[in-house]
Nanobody, 118 residues
Framework: QVQLVESGGGLVQPGGSLRLSCAAS????????MGWYRQPPGKQRDLVAG???????NYVDSVKGRFTISRDNAKNTVYLQMNSLKPEDTAVYYC????????????WGQGTQVTVSS
């Protein structure tokens, strides 16, 4: 069964750090670009960081210099290191292919909640 499982979220104070993990089981995603998306309360889900199969990364301006995406193809896992967190980073974080591919991952994972608050 192909699925995405995100983990590592939690409650953190402004300025803190978290490391998110996304394990892709049942599929070899090594040849695909992968990304982290987030959905703040009441808003749409948007891509915030992506990484190609060759390791080239890109970020939206709001997270540049604070977030780092990486991947371990041997473990079928994608990571997101988040530093200097801000309240506006509060969201449910998901991983998926970039762009999302129903043929690769038929459904999104459950996501992991990140809450930045004092």
């Amino acid at each position: 069964q192909v699925q995405l499982v995100e983990s590592g979220g939690g409650l953190v104070q402004p300025g803190g750090s978290l490391r998110l993990s996304c394990a892709a089981s049942g599929s070899d995603f090594s040849i695909y670009a992968m990304g982290w998306y987030r959905q703040p309360p009441g808003k749409q889900r948007d891509l915030v960081a992506g990484i190609t199969s060759g390791g080239i990364t890109n970020y939206v301006d709001s997270v540049k210099g604070r977030f780092t995406i990486s991947r371990d193809n041997a473990k079928n896992t994608v990571y997101l290191q988040m530093n200097s967190l801000k309240p506006e980073d509060t969201a449910v974080y998901y991983c998926n292919a970039v762009p999302p591919l129903n043929s690769l991952f038929p459904s999104w994972g459950q996501g992991t909640q990140v809450t930045v608050s004092s």
